[in-house]
């Protein structure tokens, strides 16, 4: 028996009180779904832009909570009027449910923040962690078009069972060690996959290097490069016939592929001759915003003005040699300083492309190249895998461990 369990049992045997959100914390002025009569006090806690939160990040020891997933840092100084302390839950005003706790000096980018009524009775910390458990009903409380909004009249009814302080304590303990050592693994995570990352490109680009031995020619020379084109408008022209041509857009491609092997979306036959019909096999580039990154076709289907096509290198180039060489930080920086600007958006133009100079090695040299190249992947791969697979099983446990510790019998009157 558990240290909680044994403390249950002493203190409530038969059970514990639920109460409803809103009569166990404030909240701030600008919220309005609760009775007057039940909120006796309000935080009036200053909130900022999102704009101005981006102007006030400096890396000091304010912390600028935010509505999204990360928050940044500010001075007091920068902070100004803004500064707040106390010690807050936040639930985003408009996005998604990104519920957060934080206990010092802040600077609010728009959340609705709550504080405990009485510390003698809940823990604004163990309320938090209840709020985590129930994040699923707390986001299907979000409603709106392009921005959601929290129902908050449904949130603040939420049931949260009110155990006695020193359980309510080794409960908060408990989690925040997981917490602690999921955030650790995450951090180790992120840190692997950057050094493993620079590891890869300075091989990569490494083995990418040749003396004067090498043949260099423009890309325009070894390959035809084109720009995409749209039927318009484009909606008239997108079916739900399965036998209709993939539509390949830039939210087709998965975070860190290589290829591309689905749509989400086809255009009828008369929309294909409207636009750019490329084959599984050939390259395509977006020309814009972040611009230049390869990827491979393992489909046939059309491309919009935003993609820019590689065809017809196969006898100059191994396909995966040359989706290396695109990828290379000396190609890549070469493509971001030829882009022209319009506007404050790069351009990467098929010219752009066409212009660049590149070595051509016999094609045997190529593939040894690919060769070590996919094993070094592979390794890093396999390496990373490993980490994911550990993180994602702590998660599960983390999970686990709080739906256990935060379920309760309800007592009965």
């Known amino acids: 028996m558990s240290k909680i369990d044994e403390l249950l ?23 309005n779904g609760v009775d007057k009569k039940k909120q006796p006090k309000v935080l009036a806690f200053e909130h900022v832009s999102a704009e101005k939160l981006k102007s006030l990040n400096s890396g000091g020891n304010v912390r600028l909570l935010s509505t999204g997933k990360f928050d940044g840092f500010t001075s007091v100084d920068l902070a100004g009027e803004s500064l707040n302390e106390g010690e807050v839950i936040s639930i985003p005003s408009g996005g998604a449910a990104n519920i957060k706790y934080f206990d010092g000096l802040f600077v609010d980018g728009g959340n609705i923040l709550c504080s405990t009524r009485d510390k003698e009775v809940v823990l604004l910390k163990y309320i938090y962690h209840f709020l985590l458990k129930n994040n699923d009903f707390i986001q299907s409380c979000f409603r709106g078009g392009s921005v959601q909004h929290p129902e908050m009249a449904k949130i603040i009814e939420l049931l949260i069972p009110v155990p006695p302080l020193l359980i309510q304590k080794e409960i908060v303990n408990v989690l925040d060690n997981y917490s602690f050592n999921l955030i650790t693994l995450k951090e180790r995570l992120n840190n692997e996959i950057l050094t493993r990352k620079k590891q890869f490109e300075y091989y990569r680009d490494e083995l990418l290097s040749f003396d004067g031995s090498v043949t260099i020619k423009t890309l325009g020379e ?23 041509v993939n539509w390949i857009k830039i939210g087709d491609v998965q975070p860190g592929a290589k290829y591309i092997t689905s749509t989400k979306e086809k255009i009828t036959e008369e929309g294909a001759k409207h636009s750019r019909f490329v ?13 230049g990154r390869p990827y491979i076709l393992n489909i046939d289907g059309c491309i919009h003005d935003g993609w820019l096509s590689i065809s017809n290198f196969q006898a100059h180039f191994v396909s995966d040699f040359l989706y290396h060489l695109l990828s290379s930080t000396k190609v890549q920086r070469t493509m971001k300083q030829k882009a022209s600007f319009g506007g404050a958006v790069q351009n990467l133009n098929a010219d752009i492309v066409r212009s660049l100079e590149l070595p051509v090695p016999p094609l045997e040299v190529q593939k040894r190249i690919v060769v070590l190249l996919d094993k070094l992947d592979l390794l890093t791969t396999n390496i990373l895998t490993a980490l994911s697979k550990e993180v994602e099983a702590r998660q599960k446990q983390h999970d686990y461990y709080r739906e256990q510790l935060l379920t309760f019998k309800e007592l009965k009157n």
Do not use: Q
């Open 9 to 31: 049992l002493k203190y409530c045997p038969n059970g514990v009180v639920f109460k409803p959100l809103w009569s166990l914390v404030y909240f701030d002025k600008r919220f």
């Open 222 to 244: 070894l390959s035809c490069i084109v720009r995409g084109a749209s039927p318009r408008p484009i909606n008239e022209f997108i079916t739900d016939d399965p036998h209709g």
């Open 279 to 291: 084959k599984k096999g050939d390259f395509i580039l977006s020309n814009s915003m972040s611009f």
